[in-house]
């Protein structure tokens, strides 16, 4: 499983995740738009997509927002391997147990 927080969102991809041979890959899942500073809604569907190139990941999140129907684009984001990812200040990213 992945678990993704982009902002004070966050969501869950449970496929395994296989890159082609560009490096990219696209999985769906599900995504917590509205997680913060209480869960509002129920997850909604998902999919994760990015590119891995050596030791960078880029993602971004497309939310299908079955609420307010609209698709909501999240990221892109950039991650290094080996190096902690800037959280920002928000509680639920400090703490993700604290959002479930």
Do not use: W
Request: charged content about 20%.
């Amino acid at each position: 499983m992945t678990h993704v927080h982009v902002g004070c969102t966050y969501g869950d991809f449970p496929a395994a995740i296989a890159l082609d041979a560009a490096g990219r890959f696209s999985v769906p899942g599900e995504y917590q738009p509205r997680a913060y500073p209480i869960v509002r809604d129920p997850p909604m569907p998902a999919q994760l997509a990015g590119v891995v190139r050596g030791h960078q990941l880029t993602l971004t999140v497309a939310v299908n927002d079955t609420i307010e129907k609209k698709l909501v684009v999240l990221g892109p984001v950039t991650v290094d391997y080996g190096r902690e990812p800037d959280m920002a200040i928000c509680p639920i990213c400090a703490d993700p147990s604290a959002a479930r």
